[in-house]
């Protein structure tokens, strides 16, 4: 990660070039276009803002390897659901573009990735922190992570106790991983949480399935380590989506059973309780 790395100064100048790009946001259906330093140039994000002045928690949430929008240029229903949802219950929502920013789409069939959730994106997600972090209506220290597949799979890198932030502000306050890939940091010997994290699966997942993260969380809990799993009996991926027809998809680079097809698609009994779990979490001390 040293080569993602900024300077305070450097990073400051970027943040305060962040917020200039920020007045010229536009709002559409409830959110705001808005336009972020990362280290490799600016991200474009969407933004979901509560009514009132603040200061207000915030959720970074980090899309997965579909992206943040439909082919139709409009933000994906899973996306929209949760930015209105959280605003709702007092929370700010930024949501970093990280492969329409880099002129890419899907990333899902695609084997080797140029926007990694261990590297690219963690770094995307430390950015969105500092951008949030120098708004008056935001409270620094009330930051979460919130994301889905790919995007759950960089929160666990992300709040790895050797990925500390190198710069003076708070760290996140906590993360939610739906449906991460968690092989790669259960593989990894050195994985350890400094944030407590949630990670939400369903048993029947058949593209990031759910006994990785169990032997995860089990020795991270056997070391004291605040991780909790939920695994949902029936649920697949894409359990928490708000209308998704459970269907076969055949286009994704990596499955569990080495096919390239994973079943997929929303369970409402999870989803509900899902949505009780998160904002309860949020919420917490």
């Keep these: 990660m040293s080569s993602l790395v900024m300077s305070s100064p450097a990073r400051l100048a970027l943040v305060l070039i962040g917020l200039a790009l920020t007045t010229h946001a536009v ?11 990362s280290y490799d140039g600016d991200l474009d994000a969407v933004l979901y803002r509560p009514q009132g002045p603040g200061p207000f928690p915030a959720v970074v949430a980090l899309h997965g390897c579909g992206g943040l929008w439909r082919d139709n240029g409009k933000l994906s229903l899973r996306h929209s659901d949760w930015g209105e949802r959280l605003a709702a219950e007092g929370f700010a929502v930024l949501m970093p573009d990280s492969y329409g920013s880099r002129k890419l789409g899907s990333q899902c069939g695609v084997k080797e990735l140029t926007v990694r959730a261990s590297r690219e994106r963690v770094a995307d997600a430390a950015a969105a922190r500092t951008w949030l972090q120098a708004r008056t209506d935001i409270r620094p220290d009330r930051i979460a992570l919130l994301g889905w597949s790919g995007g759950g799979s960089t929160i666990l890198a992300a709040i790895r106790k050797d990925r500390r932030p190198a710069d003076k502000g708070p760290d996140f306050a906590r993360g939610i991983a739906f449906y991460p890939g968690c092989r790669t940091q259960l593989e990894s010997s050195s994985f350890e949480a400094r944030l407590p994290l949630m990670i939400l699966m369903g048993d029947l997942d058949d593209w990031t399935p759910a006994a990785p993260c169990s032997y995860l969380a089990k020795a991270a809990q056997d ?17 928490d989506h708000p209308r998704r027809e459970v269907k076969e998809r055949s286009d994704i680079a990596y499955s569990a059973t080495g096919t390239g097809k994973a079943t997929v698609g929303t369970n409402p009994a999870a989803r509900d309780d899902a949505i009780a779990r998160v904002k309860a979490f949020l919420k917490g001390p």
């Design 223 to 239: 070391r004291g380590e605040a991780i909790d799993l939920v695994v949902y009996p029936g649920a697949l991926h894409d359990f």
């Design 27 to 37: 709002s559409a259906g409830g959110f705001e276009r808005v336009r972020m330093p």
